[in-house]
């Protein structure tokens, strides 16, 4: 019916009433078709390509607020990104003049998984709300608008205590929108660092004994960007580090192709009270770790440490030796990315910013 009433209107005669030429005639435009391209990446993109006959310009209104102007277009086409994802009414007018024009309406569906323009992978696996025998004791979905302070805190300041990292933690480098938390890595200069990133932790406010730990996230990539979600002992401020502990759920040194490999490890101290540590490692199978969420978990109870990466066993750590009672204590979250160090090295040339770790959500099991 649509199609038939635009045809129809093509052939209506306008009269003009302007003071210029009174009696000017004008013709309205005719064959109104519009195509709309939907973007498959994720971004919320709609591109709209309009034609007819004898029209001098178009407005486009892509209907995701009713007080934006629309677009004028003298060739037919433009652009919106929509920031969620939702069904949207598109008009689009071929005008003769501004007050004389035909239209057509249309709907799209639109899948928007960006973010302020961080892309959001749209695929991945995901890991079960219960588990035989356990019970879900705390998780952090990311909802809202901010970060939640009865979880987390974020530690400020630069070198990332001992490792000389080039970056310096700010708060401001942390977003959660839209169920995700966000923590983004840039080449900007602040307070003598040529980096910025942000490092949140549990301390004080979660910390966990034992259990299993699911960590849904994608991570971000390039030479010299170090992601990872990691655990310390709750009792580092009277034992200091490594006699305190520290599990490293997920690590992922970036560069030379690397960026398809994480590790976890265990650390603790000997009794001369210097570091020992064992780790372990796998491989995705294709593409990179950027490219979609991953589950990345570990099984902690009284005689072992087990790491998964999406529910598959990669390493197992024996945790019963006297030598090694720093891992029956408990231990708060670290989530952060460092940007150089004496693991990764620094950035090159090939590295590009912003990086994203982007975390969907953490689950503790018991």
């Not at 277009?73 to 008009?91: M, V």
């Amino acid at each position: 019916m649509k199609k038939i009433l635009i045809s129809l209107i093509g052939f209506v005669l306008v009269m003009s009433c302007t003071k210029e030429n009174p009696s000017e005639i004008l013709t309205l435009p005719s064959k109104l078709a519009v195509k709309t391209i939907i973007s498959e990446d994720g971004t919320g993109q709609v591109s709209v390509v309009a034609t007819a006959e004898k029209a001098n310009f178009y407005t486009i209104y892509f209907g995701e607020n009713v007080t934006l102007p629309g677009v004028v277009s003298a060739d037919g086409k433009a652009s919106y990104t929509y920031a969620s994802t939702g069904t949207y009414t598109i008009r689009v007018q071929a005008h003769v003049t501004q007050s004389e024009f035909i239209s057509d309406v249309s709907s799209v569906y639109v899948t928007s998984t960006s973010v302020d323009g961080i892309l959001i992978p749209a695929s991945g696996t995901t890991s079960p709300l219960a588990y035989t025998g356990k019970s879900l004791v705390w998780q952090d979905e990311f909802d809202g608008s901010a970060l939640n302070t009865s979880n987390w805190k974020h530690e400020l300041g630069a070198g990332g205590w001992g490792n000389n990292e080039l970056q310096f933690y700010r708060q401001e480098n942390t977003k959660v929108a839209k169920g995700y938390l966000i923590i983004t890595a840039k080449e900007e200069a602040f307070q003598g660092s040529k980096y910025t990133s942000s490092r949140i932790i549990s301390s004080g406010l979660r910390e966990f004994k034992y259990g299993r730990i699911d960590i849904r996230a994608a991570l971000p990539k390039g030479q010299g960007i170090w992601p990872a979600a990691w655990m310390l002992g709750a009792n580092i401020n009277t034992v200091p580090w490594p006699a305190c502990g520290e599990i490293d759920i997920m690590e992922m040194i970036g560069g030379n192709g690397r960026e398809n490999e994480i590790f976890g490890t265990a650390h603790w101290a000997n009794a001369s009270n210097a570091r020992e540590l064992f780790s372990g490692k796998t491989k995705l199978a294709a593409g990179t770790f950027a490219d979609s969420f991953h589950i990345f978990s570990i099984e902690w109870n009284s005689t072992s440490i087990t790491w998964y990466l999406d529910n598959v066993q990669y390493h197992r750590i024996d945790t019963t030796p006297a030598n090694l009672s720093e891992f029956q204590n408990p231990f708060f979250f670290i989530f952060n990315i460092a940007v150089g160090g004496d693991l990764p090295g620094s950035p090159n040339t090939t590295t590009t910013f912003p990086q994203n770790f982007i975390v969907d959500y953490v689950r503790v099991f018991q």
